[in-house]
């Protein structure tokens, strides 16, 4: 079992980890992302494209602005793969599983 590294690099990113929280209770737009993080637009729309190729967020035009959405079916995979990893790790504990030295 392996997990999305890119995507945990992706979501590391102190700025990009406060973008999703709040994407995760609304959609926004560029302006309301700035405001909120006090962070440069270019910095944001960087941002945003990074996490928009990774398949975490959706855009939605609306007039001259475009708005931003968390899928919460790719956090879901996400969440999938490390509740596995956990999962694998306390079956190992369990059986005392450990590779011996050669």
């Known amino acids: 079992m392996s ?4 995507v945990l690099r992706l ?16 959609a926004l737009c560029t302006c309301h ?10 910095n944001i729309s960087n941002h945003l494209r990074a996490l928009r190729e990774a398949g975490l967020v959706d855009t939605e ?3 001259r602005f475009t708005y931003y959405r ?11 793969q490390l509740t596995g990893l956990a999962e694998a790790a306390r079956q190992a504990a369990a059986n005392e599983r450990k590779r011996p030295c050669t």
Do not use: F, N, Y
Request: hydrophobic content about 45%; glycine content about 6%; charged content about 25%.
């Open 3 to 6: 997990v999305e590294a890119d």
């Open 11 to 26: 979501l590391a990113d102190p700025l990009r980890a406060q973008i999703v929280s709040l994407l995760a209770s609304e």
């Open 33 to 42: 992302l700035v405001e909120e993080t006090g962070a440069k637009q270019t």
């Open 61 to 63: 035009p609306c007039g």
């Open 70 to 80: 968390l899928r919460p079916e790719a956090l879901d995979d996400l969440a999938g």
